[in-house]
């Protein structure tokens, strides 16, 4: 009948983590641990950029965005990752996979352009250290801020419209702990090309050229670096941009590994994996990395525990 929707799958069942069902509850408890320290660590630096005034620059302000960034990922992906862990697989309904997988796109694209925001603030600051905050003032960051989340908002609801009309009529069962794109595309008994041609559409200007213009602005940075005639001069110019480049190197990294493994059943048991590493420990890094590698961030948290006591 036309205009009648035709899926006939009302959840999917998540398979989750078979290949280490003897480890389960290990595994939960590790995973659970990291969770509670991801929102605790992506939290504090919210909490800190919004409530300290020497954190109130651009970079820390990005850094803010960026933490609330990693909260919504990781809420959206690992309490039903640890359901699934906890009972061998579990059922998810059909809009729920929709919401996850709008999530998941939202949080990537955001994240991806929060970074090379971040990026071009880095190569302001050193290799422009004179214009600077004539550049980089608060309209150009709030610019910068307001793009990043219209796009994360706007550009994955296309995909999640496109995927809510194909129809599902075959198995439910999703051979991940969440409903990643790839295993959901799988299901569907309909043509899926169009879908699969948005989101490579997408993914070019959003992941691949964010990439190349983060690499460009490094090479930049690091010539900059070079031509600074004392050591001392060199080590501090490469101490503002060390945390926002060893986050980079981890989310980038992170997310090639993933997603140019190559098909086939064993590479499954590795998709799997590798996701885990870049939904739950690479939450996790970036609020320890700035943290421990930045002055400001600690002085800000012994300002805060001081002012407690």
């Known amino acids: 009948m036309n205009g009648v929707n035709k899926t006939q799958i009302p959840y999917f069942f998540l398979l989750g983590l078979d290949h280490i069902q003897s480890l389960t509850v290990l595994i939960f408890i590790l995973f659970l641990i990291i969770y509670i320290l991801t929102m605790f660590g992506n939290i504090l630096i919210v909490v800190l950029v919004s409530l300290s005034h020497r954190l109130q620059t651009p970079m820390y302000l990005f850094l803010r965005n960026l933490s609330m960034c990693e909260v919504l990922f990781t809420t959206n992906i690992v309490p039903k990752m640890l359901q699934v ?170 997310m090639i590994s993933l997603y140019v493994t190559p098909s086939g059943r064993q590479s499954v048991t590795v998709n799997k994996t590798l996701s885990l590493l870049y939904s739950v420990v690479t939450p996790l890094l970036n609020p320890i990395i700035y943290s421990l590698r930045n002055q400001e961030i600690r002085k800000a948290i012994q300002t805060l525990i001081l002012n407690k006591t």
């Open 85 to 254: 862990i906890k009972e061998g697989g579990t059922s998810i309904s059909f809009f729920g996979c929709a919401g996850q997988l709008y999530l998941f796109g939202a949080t990537g694209i955001a994240e991806c352009l929060l970074l090379t925001s971040m990026s071009y603030d880095r190569y302001l600051a050193i290799c422009k250290p004179l214009h600077y905050f004539s550049i980089m003032n608060i309209k150009r960051y709030l610019s910068f801020v307001i793009f990043s989340w219209l796009c994360a908002i706007i550009l994955p609801a296309i995909s999640i419209a496109l995927i809510c009309m194909l129809d599902f009529c075959g198995s439910n069962v999703v051979d991940h702990f969440f409903c990643d794109l790839a295993p959901v595309l799988e299901l569907s008994c309909s043509d899926t090309s169009i879908v699969e041609f948005e989101v490579f559409a997408q993914t070019v200007p959003v992941f691949i050229f964010t990439f190349i213009y983060i690499v460009g602005t490094y090479v930049f940075i690091f010539l900059t670096i070079l031509k600074i005639p004392s050591t001392v001069g060199r080590q501090k110019a490469f101490s503002t941009c060390s945390s926002h480049l060893t986050v980079v190197c981890i989310y980038y990294g992170t």
